[in-house]
């Protein structure tokens, strides 16, 4: 069966962001995942979340149409917020007595902050997923960040790989019911059979790899010193993006620590 | 090697001396004994049965392929007098599969690739690129994803790729085999204006001759040893090894093997010429196989044999789409009709239209008969293939219906996608176009059971139970008739291209259905693996199965006298 194109899971890269050097993407978001994993008060990470939504919404990201499509990622940092809130001990007026569970004002910030603490350290590096091709991530990745060639290149070619793998397993589901399997309704038949298909997706892409491999060597892939075909280009929207993200990451601190109420996650 | 020189360079010399390979654990070397000089701009189509090492050499003249141990080498093989693993970028080299000859997901940047690693200066890249493009007539812009382009758009990209690192030695191992008959020859019409302007070193391996002819001008056959046969000008050696080439399965240029006819053309050509009814028939038959047209053995369902030409799958106003609600969603609609079928209401057609999907093909409507077949032709992406899956239930229509016949369905709701296995595969049989996607045991033996266990299993609940040996008499039947009783109890993913082919429309035959669907059988397959499919679906028809074929392939719907459906045009 011809494959299809699936639609791309990332949808469409555009907008300022999407011009904007990946190294600097990639290390602007660094820097702000590094001081919301350091500090552990809730004024720092909403004073960077907030940043950061301000600064999407500056370059026409539209945070809130991000936040939806990132739900599961919300869901699970209200849970998690939730669970610290109700088996956290800080002190403070009690606001809800339930049984053995107690959520005082201290445990609700405390819940609070991990909520907060989840959205803020998951969003830099989905923002610079969802606005850098894999191309360009890597060219940076080689080029500036002088990361091995041979590894990222590698890296980068199977990516590719896994799109076809996407495709395969639903070919590969019709042409298993085509020969009458799949019609299994107990859990260890169901689990059968996952095994059997998982196993001959993994024939087929080993193949697949093999094959691959061949090209990229008989291309002149890893026979010595290489160029590269795309120059890095730095403009006026890196320095944006750079100052702002600084901005946003030492404003946090600078803030929660003249407000006293920074903390580290050690302290 | 540094192409960096923009001068035009002249082709490589390849010299082979008692050159041979050896594959360790194997019984019989894949190649033995390889005397051969090519001179420098000389192109080279290279012959031989499938097996023969013929990818192996290309391999080795590539300088990729694996010989960790350095066991399975023997004697000498130079590229310009020096070892080609040396000398990167001055071979270039292209296999048969597009999906894995693509490194990177914009097609510039693909061209681009090899430049890279050869150390060309940035600036001399893009015109590069430009032109290896233009060369190989792909007119795309170079941001353009190489996920959206066709099997042969992805070869000509590959093609430009190698061109574009100006090789001396260029290497092909059938490029053309999984692309249709046009780009096919788009490709071909690329390859030999390239090489022409270059000057360029040709090797090319390939069992459609036809195409290659006008291109080469030497041609070397190989025998089953792996040895020398034929080495010599194209024209006398094609005809000197003619013989040779038609037992191997090589395409030899204005052939078709003789096939078995289905009954039906039969029985009309005695009635019109009143001749001997097997005129050139020379398969092996089976029991009971090689009746006339009106008198066939009941059919192996069980079921009364349909009548020869009655109408068994039937399709109206058709809309198919590869884009398909969730699984969820098509599993509770499955059951909610079937529900509705038993209390024996009609079955509404829209009821499980949930989103209206754009169609790949629509306004079909065509009748499946029995013991005729079907060819379903067109362009590339005209939806044929997913036409082929919602006929065998296996993709819900976004429009029309599918419906079975009574004598089809027997017990069963009359719509196919309401089937569970083991009614689908009594009654429609679906041939994927990779066999490999179709294995589900692990020894050949094993796979051909599959169905008829499945069968069993089902027909323990109901009345007639199944008969063991009948089914055991048919798989042995199969394997007989396909040669692959040697090979019973080996992993089917260790076969060969052609004997996965052949093993994979077996196994869908061994449940005996009454509709057998193929997706491109003949893809890719040389004459003898080609001859035995029809004479196979010959047979079948005999006994009164309808055939629909997938296909490009003009002599297959010659063989089996098909009614042709044709789709986007």
């Known amino acids: ?267 | 090697m540094t192409a960096a020189s923009a001068t035009i360079p002249v082709g490589a010399s390849v010299c082979l001396e008692n050159f041979g390979w050896h594959y360790p654990g194997r019984q019989n070397p894949s190649l033995a004994g390889v005397d051969a000089q090519i001179g420098a701009g000389e192109r080279v189509l290279l012959l031989g049965p499938s097996g023969a090492g013929k990818s192996t050499l290309l391999q080795a003249l590539a300088g990729v392929e694996q010989d960790p141990d350095g066991q399975s080498r023997s004697g000498e093989l130079t590229v310009d007098g020096a070892d080609p693993r040396d000398a990167r970028g001055a071979v270039g080299f292209m296999h048969q599969d597009p999906e894995t000859q693509v490194v990177l997901s914009r097609i510039g940047d693909d061209v681009a690739f090899g430049l890279e690693n050869l150390a060309v200066p940035r600036e001399q890249i893009w015109p590069r690129v430009h032109e290896a493009l233009d060369r190989v007539g792909l007119h795309l812009p170079l941001e353009h994803s190489t996920t959206a382009l066709s099997g042969g758009q992805k070869q000509r990209l590959a093609l430009a790729g190698v061109m574009a690192m100006r090789p001396r030695l260029l290497l092909l191992d059938e490029p053309t085999a999984s692309v249709d008959h046009e780009g096919a020859v788009e490709l071909c019409r690329a390859v030999s204006r390239a090489v022409r302007q270059d000057g360029t070193t040709l090797v090319v391996v390939e069992h459609r001759v036809a195409l290659w002819e006008p291109v080469v001008h030497r041609v070397i056959v190989l025998d089953d040893n792996g040895s020398v046969a034929f080495d010599g000008p194209t024209r006398e050696t094609l005809h000197d090894a003619r013989k040779l080439l038609q037992a191997q399965g090589t395409w030899v240029p204005d052939w078709v093997p003789t096939t078995r006819p289905p009954a039906h053309r039969r029985a009309v050509e005695v009635d019109a010429a009143a001749e001997g009814p097997d005129g050139g028939d020379e398969c092996p038959r089976g029991a009971g196989t090689a009746r006339s047209g009106r008198d066939r053995p009941p059919h192996a369902a069980g079921s009364p044999a349909p009548r020869d030409g009655a109408v068994l799958l039937s399709a109206r106003e058709l809309g198919v789409s590869r884009i398909q609600p969730s699984r969820r969603v098509v599993a509770r609609e499955r059951r909610r009709a079937r529900r509705s079928w038993r209390r024996g209401e009609t079955l509404e057609a829209p009821a499980r239209r949930v989103v209206d999907f754009p169609p790949a093909a629509e306004h079909i409507t065509l009748d499946v008969r029995a013991g005729r077949a079907l060819a379903v032709t067109g362009p590339n992406g005209a939806g044929k293939s997913t036409l082929a899956l919602t006929l065998a239930g296996l993709l819900v229509p976004v429009r029309g219906t599918v419906r079975a016949s009574a004598v089809l369905a027997d017990d069963a709701p009359p719509d196919p996608g309401l089937w569970d296995g083991s009614e689908l595969i009594s009654r429609v049989g679906t041939v994927f176009q990779h066999p490999e996607h179709q294995f589900l045991r692990s020894t050949v033996r094993e796979e051909l059971e599959f169905g008829p266990e499945q069968l069993r299993r089902h027909s323990e609940r109901s009345k007639p139970r199944r008969d063991v040996t009948a089914d055991d008499a048919r798989v042995a039947d199969l394997l007989r008739r396909l040669r692959l009783e040697d090979l019973a109890g080996a992993n089917p993913f260790t076969l060969s291209g052609g004997q996965k082919r052949r093993l994979s429309v077996a196994t869908v035959l061994a449940a005996a259905p009454a509709v057998v669907i193929l997706d491109e059988p003949t893809f890719g397959q040389d004459a003898r693996t080609w001859k035995e499919l029809v004479d196979l679906l010959a047979e079948e028809m005999d006994r009164g199965t309808a055939v629909v074929a997938v296909t490009h392939d003009r002599d297959l719907m010659t063989a089996l006298d098909a009614e042709e459906v044709g789709l986007g045009s």
């Open chain 1, 1 to 267: 069966m011809s494959t299809t194109a699936t639609p791309g899971i990332l949808g469409p890269r555009s907008g300022l962001l999407a011009r904007a050097n990946p190294v600097v993407k990639l290390l602007g978001a660094l820097l702000i995942t590094v001081v919301i994993v350091l500090s552990a008060d809730p004024v720092t990470n909403a004073v960077a979340l907030g940043g950061q939504l301000l600064l999407l919404a500056g370059v026409g990201m539209r945070p809130l149409r991000l936040l939806t499509r990132l739900w599961p990622i919300l869901v699970a940092a209200l849970i998690s917020g939730w669970g610290t809130a109700m088996l956290s001990d800080a002190g403070g007026p009690v606001l809800l007595q339930l049984g053995w569970i107690t959520v005082t004002t201290g445990s609700l910030a405390a819940g609070g902050a991990i909520a907060l603490r989840g959205l803020a350290i998951a969003l830099p590096g989905i923002t610079v997923l969802l606005t850098t091709d894999p191309t360009d991530l890597a060219d940076g990745l080689a080029q500036t960040l002088k990361l091995p060639a041979r590894f990222v290149l590698a890296a980068l070619a199977a990516m590719r790989l896994v799109e076809v793998m996407i495709t395969e397993w639903s070919v590969l589901t019709a042409a298993r019911r085509a020969r009458g399997a799949g019609g299994s309704h107990t859990p260890w038949g169901v689990a059968g059979e996952f095994g059997g298909q998982a196993f001959t997706l993994l024939v087929q892409s080993l193949r697949r790899a093999t094959r691959l491999a061949m090209t990229m060597e008989a291309r002149g892939f890893g026979a010595g010193p290489r160029t590269w075909a795309r120059p890095l280009h730095y403009s006026r929207v890196d320095v944006l993006v750079g100052v702002a993200v600084v901005v946003t990451a030492v404003g946090a601190l600078v803030l929660s620590m003249g407000m006293g109420t920074h903390r580290y996650i050690w302290q």
